[in-house]
């Protein structure tokens, strides 16, 4: 009798979370599609990582790559005995997961309008604020990769060629293990802007072959309507590693 009614309990409780399960369909797979977009980011650093362990690139701290709190609410995915297994169990997980998405959201709020201010110091020829407030917007938001090219843009522009080559390669790395964007075609915008900008840091600083590469690498995936303006910087470099040419054999 007692093995009677604790299967009878046990089916109760699998119907029970099976109805709360389909009331909350939506709510639950909106969470689900969030965590396992954060896995599958996390996995492919994982994966950069330790294909490239020379690189110098720190990305530790990133909430992204934290140890994931949602874990072990989907459990029951593989098998696991589920941890959302009544409406109070939800209630608390949805309360977990939506505060933690709305401090996620704030902070990207906050780098945006950091961005935003630093664009227009940009346009206003204002660089020591406009570096300011790119490196103010990446501490909010270290993985978009636009503020990383927005920041280059400054740093060309009052002579910091090397940090401008290295805001480049950070904005290239983000396209490639976290977004997989990096060999899109057509390109993708911050794609093409890094390498344009790297191209015209390397020329500056005398890298003149690693100049010529990010060219190459930006005209093979360029749309029509940046093709003249890659041509012209291909032009450029060309310049300046004959004329570099010219002062070593003077």
């Not at 909350?24 to 797979?29: F, G, L, R, S, V």
């Not at 201010?117 to 490196?135: D, F, K, M, P, V």
Request: proline share 2%; net charge negative; aromatic share 6%.
């Amino acid at each position: 009798r007692e093995k009677v009614e604790e299967r009878l309990v046990a089916q109760a409780e699998a119907e029970d979370r099976e109805v709360l399960r389909e009331v909350h369909h939506e709510k639950i797979e909106e969470l689900k599609r969030d965590y396992y977009h954060r896995k599958n980011r996390r996995e492919r650093w994982e994966q950069y990582r330790r294909d490239h362990p020379s690189r110098a690139t720190d990305f530790r701290g990133w909430d992204l790559f934290e140890e994931d709190p949602d874990e072990d609410l989907w459990a029951y995915e593989s098998g696991k005995k589920p941890q959302v297994q009544d409406q109070a169990a939800f209630d608390a997980m949805a309360k977990d997961v939506e505060e933690r998405a709305a401090r996620r959201a704030a902070t990207r709020q906050a780098a945006d309008a950091e961005r935003v201010r630093g664009n227009t110091a940009l346009a206003a020829g204002q660089l020591s604020e406009a570096l300011a407030c790119y490196t103010r917007a990446l501490e909010f938001d270290k993985s978009e990769k636009a503020l990383y090219t927005n920041r280059a843009l400054a740093h060309l522009r009052v002579g910091n060629h090397l940090s401008a080559a290295e805001d480049c390669s950070k904005a290239l790395e983000i396209a490639e293990f976290l977004d997989d964007c990096v060999d899109a075609c057509p390109a993708h915008p911050v794609v093409l802007k890094a390498r344009m900008r790297r191209a015209a840091a390397y020329s500056a600083l005398g890298r003149h072959a690693d100049a010529e590469a990010d060219v190459r690498a930006a005209l093979r995936t360029a749309g029509e309507k940046d093709t003249p303006e890659l041509h012209r910087l291909q032009r450029q470099v060309a310049a300046e590693k004959a004329e570099e040419e010219a002062e070593a054999e003077a």
